[in-house]
Structure formats: C-alpha cells, structure tokens
C-alpha cells in the first residue's frame, strides 16, 4: 500500500504559477501528475521515473516541469504561464510495476 499526500493548488489568474507537491510514503518508480476537468477524461499531465525520466503532455510542454526528490519519495509539479484550460483537478499518480496509487486531488483554477 502507498499513501500519497498531495499540496499546493489554488486560485491564479492567467500568466500566472503555482507549484504542486505530493510525498509518497514509500520510493515509488514512476510518479507523476494527471488532471480531470469537469465533463472530461483524467488525461496525464506529466510524469517521472527515478532516474529522472520525463514525460509531458503536449499542452504543458514548455510551461509545466516535473521533478523529484528520491531521498523524500517526493514529486514537484511547477507550473508556469498557466491558461484557464489548465483549470482541472490535479491528482498524484504512482506507478509502481503497473500498479496505480492515487492522491485525494487538489483542485487547480485559472481566471481569464
């Protein structure tokens, strides 16, 4: 079993950032970050192996960077030039050999 505690989130107008947090109870291969919208499918926004291995979204490429800290079983989500399109619930995923651990969701809204 792996808990994930997810932080940060909020309330930003256009142009503007945030950063997420999310610390896993264990080391974990994969983590990373999917988004929900309303009326929308949960789609990956980014994500990082232990090594350091990054995966984006195109729609965040160039604004949103990934990175962890593997002594804190710790994964940062910094999200830069965020758009109103970017308003979704943000949700911390750790794969571990396929397996899916899931964080609470913290909500993300971007004013025009």
């Known amino acids: 079993q792996v808990q994930l505690v997810e932080s940060g989130g909020g309330l930003v107008q256009a142009g503007g950032s945030l950063r997420l947090s999310c610390a896993a109870s264990?080391?974990?291969?994969?983590m990373g970050w999917y988004r929900q919208a309303p009326g929308k499918q949960r789609e990956l926004v980014a994500a990082?192996?232990?090594?350091?291995?990054?995966n984006y979204a195109t729609s965040v490429k160039g604004r949103f960077t990934i990175s962890r800290d593997n002594a804190e079983n710790t994964v940062y989500l910094q999200m830069n030039s965020l758009k109103p399109e970017d308003t979704a619930v943000y949700y911390c995923?750790?794969?571990?050999?396929?397996?899916?651990?899931w964080g609470q969701g913290t909500q993300v809204t971007v004013s025009s």
């Open positions: 995923n750790a794969n571990q050999l396929g397996y899916h651990y």
């Open positions: 264990r080391r974990i291969f994969s």
């Open positions: 990082i192996t232990s090594d350091g291995t990054t």
